[in-house]
């Protein structure tokens, strides 16, 4: 089983950019397909952002297109997510998930297919 840890949560003022990091431990990392949820107060879970085994593929919600990018580097077993141009409304706890699959390209929004999850890490992002 793979065990995973986020990092680089913290506060920001909006238009600030932060850097959150997934590191893996267990399994080869490279196994599996890995998404970014977060979930703000009072709200449910949501999607932010997937990637692929290897990277090859990736898929950002709307509300984050264009302002945060996930890449990852299977050496070091650890998904990067880099936010840019933040906003009081990412102010949330962010997770990181993981999907075994053996598809390198698969990739996806969908949370209860996910298998594993990290603690979380807070982003608080102030205006």
């Known amino acids: 089983q793979v065990q995973l840890v986020e990092s680089g949560g913290g506060l920001v003022q909006a238009g600030g950019s932060l850097s959150l990091s997934c590191a893996a431990s267990?399994?080869?990392?490279?196994?599996?397909?890995v998404g970014w949820f977060r979930r703000a107060p009072g709200k449910e879970r949501e999607f932010v952002a997937g990637?692929?085994?290897?990277?090859?593929?990736?898929h950002y919600a709307d509300s984050v297109k264009g302002r945060f990018t996930s890449s990852r580097d299977n050496a070091r077993n650890t998904v990067y997510l880099q936010m840019n141009d933040l906003k009081a409304e990412d102010t949330a706890v962010y997770y990181c998930?993981?999907?075994?699959?053996?598809?390198?390209?698969?990739?996806?929004?969908?949370?209860?297919?996910?298998?594993?999850w990290g603690q979380g890490t807070q982003v608080t992002v102030s205006s």
């Open positions: 998930a993981v999907k075994l699959t053996e598809s390198t390209s698969f990739v996806t929004a969908q949370r209860y297919v996910y298998d594993r």
């Open positions: 267990g399994r080869a990392f490279s196994d599996y397909a």
């Open positions: 990637i692929s085994r290897y990277g090859t593929n990736t």
